[in-house]
């Protein structure tokens, strides 16, 4: 087992690396789809309203289903979650976490909202952030990786 801490937003986060008599990780794997929604200068973040983690702040976007693509699959999570309309462009990362529990892979896109409006449906609050808000929030440890990426990318 191999152990890894990391300070996230004032809390030390323990990764544990548990591998099986084989060597390979033995935990659940889930492949998810992250949407970064750029406008104006402000990227898109919403609260979680529910787990472990509530409270905690996570760019949009949802598990991949069986035999869907990512980008279908972010469409589909940002309708469910928003009732929103997005474009999908460039892969920004592919980001591989291990939290305790699981393995996860999170692909993560720029967006644009081709819909002004949005409604939130699982979320608790949602924000837009510029470049120098984006370290004010408490982030889910995989998606504070991305910030550095996205403030290129604003």
Same mark, same amino acid.
């Given at each position: 087992?191999?152990?890894?801490?990391? $300070?996230?937003?004032?809390?030390? +986060?323990?990764?544990?690396?548990?591998?099986? *008599?084989?060597?390979? !990780? %033995?935990?659940?794997?889930?492949?998810?789809?992250?949407?970064?929604?750029?406008?104006?200068?402000?990227?898109?973040?919403?609260?979680?309203?529910?787990?472990?983690?509530?409270?905690?702040?996570?760019?949009?976007?949802?598990?991949?289903?069986?035999?869907?693509?990512?980008?279908?699959?972010?469409?589909?999570?940002?309708?469910?979650? $928003?009732?929103?309309?997005?474009? +999908?462009?460039?892969?920004?990362?592919?980001? *591989?976490?291990?939290? !305790? %529990?699981?393995?996860?892979?999170?692909?993560?896109?720029?967006?644009?909202?081709?819909?002004?409006?949005?409604?939130?449906?699982?979320?608790?609050?949602?924000?837009?952030?510029?470049?120098?808000?984006?370290?004010?929030?408490?982030?889910?440890?995989?998606?504070?990786?991305?910030?550095?990426?996205?403030?290129?990318?604003?």
């Amino acid at each position: 087992m191999t152990q890894q801490n990391y $300070l996230v937003n004032q809390y030390l +986060v323990t990764v544990r690396k548990v591998k099986s *008599e084989n060597g390979l !990780p %033995n935990m659940k794997t889930i492949e998810v789809v992250a949407a970064i929604i750029l406008k104006d200068g402000e990227v898109f973040v919403t609260q979680r309203g529910y787990g472990d983690f509530k409270g905690w702040w996570e760019f949009p976007g949802g598990k991949v289903e069986e035999r869907e693509c990512p980008r279908a699959a972010l469409v589909r999570e940002i309708r469910e979650e $928003l009732d929103a309309e997005i474009s +999908v462009g460039e892969l920004l990362e592919t980001v *591989e976490w291990d939290y !305790p %529990n699981f393995h996860l892979t999170m692909h993560c896109f720029i967006c644009s909202l081709t819909s002004e409006s949005m409604h939130l449906n699982e979320h608790e609050a949602a924000a837009w952030l510029t470049k120098d808000e984006l370290k004010s929030v408490e982030w889910l440890p995989a998606d504070i990786t991305l910030i550095d990426k996205i403030k290129n990318a604003m």
